[in-house]
C-alpha cells in the first residue's frame, strides 16, 4: 500500500453530516489531512477543539491552491446553499480533485451545478448518506454515524470513473455501503420514504400544539407518541431546505398519502370493517417485512 | 398487615394486557391467586404454563360462585367484545366484586355497561392503561410493562370509593401512576396522541406500499423510518375495534390533521418560507418540550 487512501480531505460545511464523515476518516486513518471550511470563525474552532478537523478556514480560497488529485472536497452545506459553495468551486478548484456531497436531495444539487458550471463536471459525484440524527451540529459528529448505513450515490453519464471509484471507496472506509441510482429515483425514493414521513411528523405535533385545543394534551402522550414523533425535533432550516428542493416529489407523495387517509377517514366514519382490516392487515404485513430484512441485512453484515 | 391487597385477581381474557397485570401482581405478592378466563382452552394452557394464572378457565361462570368482597375482575379483551362480557358478570357476579377493565376507548364501555346494567354500576370502575406493545399474547406478558406508566381512571358521579380506592391500589402495585379524568376528555386525549398516530402510520406505510407504485421504495427506508412506522406493526383487530369505538373523536382529530397538513401543503407549493419555518420551528419547541417533562417525570420518579 502506498499510503492513505485519501491526501486532503476538505469538509465544507462541519456540522452532523460533514463532521462524522471528517472524524471517521481520521480515526479509520482514511486520509492524510482534514480540512475543515465554516463561515463561521466560531465553528473553525470548536472543530479543531473538538478534533474533528486538523485545520479549518473560513474560505476554501484559502486552500484552493494547494489541492489537487488524490484530495477530495465534500459539500456538507445546508441544501439551498450549494450553489453558492459550487460558484468558489468553480472559481478556484482544480478539476483534478474529486467533489461529492451529501445533500439529501439530489435534482436540485444537479440544477445548482448545471447553472454554475453549464453542466455536471465529470469529477462531480453526486451523493446521500442515508443517515443522520435528529441532533444537529458539530458537537453531534460520530464517526460511527455511516457504519451499517447506505450511501445512495447517482452518477451521471459523463462522470468520471475514477472520482465515482474514489468516493465509493471514501464511503466504504467509514462502514457504509454504497448504492446507485438515477437522480430521479433517488429523489422520489427519499421523497417518500424520509420526506413524507419529516411533515407528517411536524404537522401532526403542530395539530395537537395548536388546533386540538387542549393544553394539557402532551401531558397524557406516552412513550409510544415520543418515538413516533422524534423526528420532529429535526432541524427546522434544514427541513425548510429539503421541501423547497424536492418540492415536486414531496407535493406528489403528500397528494398519495393524503388520498390514502382520506380513504381510510371514510371506512371509519362508515363503519366499513372489512375495509379498515384489510389496510391495517396490509399495513403491517409491509412493515413487519420491512423490518425482517433491515434484520436480515444487519445479520449478513455481521457474518461478512 | 393483613396479607395481600387483593384475594383473587380474575383477568378476563389473557393478552398482554391482562397477562401483564397478572403476572405483575403475582410477582409483587400484591394478591391471593390470581385466576385466568379465557375462550380458548389453548389460552388457558399457555396462561398456565407460562405461569402467568395460577388456574384459569374458558368461563366466568365457573369462578362466579367463589368471588366476593376484595377480589378483583379486569376485563381485558377487546374493545369491541366487552358487552358480551358484561352481560356475564350482569348474571353472575356479587355486587361486591370490584370491576374495572383496561380498554383504550371509555365512553364505548360506559355505554356497554349501561346497555347491559341500565347504569354503570358503582362496582364498575373504568380505566385505562397507557401502556403497551407492538407485540401481543399471553408470551409478550411483562410483569413490569406498568411500571412508571400512567394509568387513566374515569371514575363516574355514583362510583363507589371503596372500589375506586382498591383499583387505584391495585395499579399501583405494579408501579403505575394513576390520574383521573372524565370519559370524554380521556377518548379526546387518546383519540388525538394515540389514535391517530395509529391511523397515520397505518396509512403512510399503506401509500408507500400500495400506492406509490415503486416495488422497491421499502429497500431504500432507514432505521428512522422503522421508528416512525413501529405502531404499524400493532395488532390490526385491535386496531380496527378502536376505530369503531372512538369513532367520533378519531374523525374530529383526523379532521384537525388533514386541514393542518393541507396547510402546510400548500405552504410547499407556494414556497412561503416563513410560514414552513414557523411551524417547523414551533412543532419542534412542542416536541422538544414534551421529551423534556417525561425525562423530568422519570427523574422525579427516581428520587422518589
Known amino acids: 500500500m502506498s499510503g492513505p487512501l485519501i491526501n486532503k480531505f476538505v469538509v465544507v460545511g462541519i456540522g452532523l453530516i460533514g463532521g462524522s464523515l471528517a472524524t471517521g476518516l481520521k480515526q479509520r486513518g482514511a ?5 475543515g471550511i465554516s463561515r463561521t470563525p466560531q465553528s473553525c474552532a470548536d472543530a479543531i477543539s473538538h478534533g ?13 491552491s494547494e489541492l489537487g488529485k488524490g484530495d477530495i472536497i465534500f459539500i456538507a452545506v445546508p441544501t439551498l446553499a450549494v450553489t453558492a459553495v459550487l460558484k468558489e468551486i468553480q472559481e478556484v ?4 480533485v474529486t467533489l461529492t456531497d451529501g445533500a439529501s436531495v439530489k435534482g436540485s444539487v444537479q440544477k445548482a451545478a448545471e447553472s454554475v458550471f453549464g453542466k455536471v463536471p465529470a469529477q462531480f459525484i453526486l451523493g446521500h448518506p442515508i443517515a443522520g440524527s435528529e441532533k444537529s451540529g458539530v458537537t453531534a459528529a460520530n464517526p460511527n454515524l455511516y457504519e451499517h448505513h447506505r450511501v445512495i450515490l447517482t ?8 472520482h465515482l471509484q474514489q468516493v465509493t471507496a471514501m464511503w466504504q472506509a467509514v462502514g457504509a455501503e454504497v448504492l446507485s441510482m438515477s437522480v430521479e429515483e433517488h429523489d422520489q425514493v427519499l421523497g417518500a420514504t424520509s420526506h413524507l414521513p419529516h411533515v407528517i411528523a411536524y404537522s401532526l405535533v403542530d395539530t395537537l400544539a395548536q388546533d386540538i385545543g387542549n393544553p394539557n394534551i402532551f401531558r397524557y402522550a406516552a412513550g409510544g407518541f415520543r418515538d413516533f414523533t422524534r423526528i420532529a425535533s429535526s432541524d427546522p432550516v ?4 429539503i421541501m423547497r428542493a424536492n418540492k415536486a416529489a414531496i407535493l406528489a407523495s403528500m397528494d398519495l398519502f393524503i388520498d390514502n387517509l382520506s380513504r381510510l377517514r371514510a ?4 363503519e366499513d370493517s372489512e375495509q379498515l382490516l384489510r389496510v391495517f392487515s396490509r399495513a403491517k404485513e409491509a412493515r413487519d417485512d420491512f423490518t425482517q430484512m433491515l434484520a436480515q441485512r444487519a445479520v449478513h453484515k455481521r457474518l461478512n
Do not use: F, G, Q
Open 31 to 35: 486520509c492524510r489531512e482534514v480540512i
Open 52 to 64: 474533528v478537523v486538523d485545520r479549518a478556514y473560513t474560505s476554501l480560497r484559502e486552500v484552493a
Open 238 to 241: 434544514m427541513w425548510h431546505d
Open 93 to 96: 478548484i482544480d478539476p483534478a
Open 155 to 162: 452518477p451521471l453519464e459523463n462522470s468520471s470513473p475514477e
Open 267 to 270: 371506512s371509519i366514519e362508515h
